[in-house]
């Protein structure tokens, strides 16, 4: 059956994902981040069912985030069915944006985590991607400290970390991505990417055959950003070389970028 084949593949580079990149220990207590999308709900979905196991031993809680100023939406019900078919609790926060840069922003009290520092430092207003995606995050790290969690997993895959690390080169003028682990120095927490060794084209065909909800509302927003635009770049870059993600893979593992810490 194809379902059950393309869920052994995903889920043996989950694994090999915490195995090679040290992602999950015993006695972790880990917060997803559920957007609701394709890649958070695998990514919950993996979670859970690798926490039965008990081989490492670790909690999983989820978090749904929702943002009262951009208009784009999941249904509540079918995130709280979904993670109680899977014995995982889910928190549910309702938070909002000032369109101008937040009072309290600060890049270097932040953690460096590049998938908030794939912008031009010369804007002096932040676009509105920049701010959801910060506003979120904020919340994420509140609710894991409330909840002792010491782990924050989010869905990003192996495609997301090879776009934003083209960002980063095209944009910024520097090697570095979304690291598969980051670790705090400051704080007793560390964001964690479990599917960083996954393919977008497989969780897409597995969320189809699974049957997972798609968002009743996409962001406004999602069309007309710089990740897309690098997004399309690399779709060109793979047909000039079906290799290129496994030649820029190896080059972020050979400089050290898949594993940090701040």
Known sequence: MEQERLFKRLNERFVRAFA????LQDDDRVLVGLSGGKDSLLLTELLAKRARI???????EAVHVRMENVFYETSTDYLEQFCQA???PLHLVTTSFDS????DFSLSSQPKDSSLFTLHSSLKKKPPCFLCSWNRRKQLFNLAQELGCNKIALGHHRDDIIHTTLMNLVYQGRFGTMPALLRMRKMPLAIIRPLCLVDEKDIARYAEL???????KHC?????????????????I????????FS??????REGKLTEEY
């Not at 090679?20 to 992602?23: G, M, P, V």
């Not at 793979?238 to 993600?245: D, T």
């Open 54 to 60: 008990a081989h490492p031993r670790f909690h999983v």
């Open 100 to 103: 101008s840069q937040p009072k």
């Open 248 to 253: 820029v893979w190896k080059a972020l593992e």
């Open 20 to 23: 090679t990149y040290k992602l």
């Open 210 to 216: 699974s049957g997972y909800e798609k968002q009743l």
């Open 86 to 88: 899977l014995d995982v």
């Open 238 to 245: 793979e047909q000039m070389n079906p290799e290129a993600r």
């Open 220 to 236: 406004p927003y999602e069309h007309d950003t710089e990740r897309t635009t690098i997004a399309r770049l690399y779709e060109e």
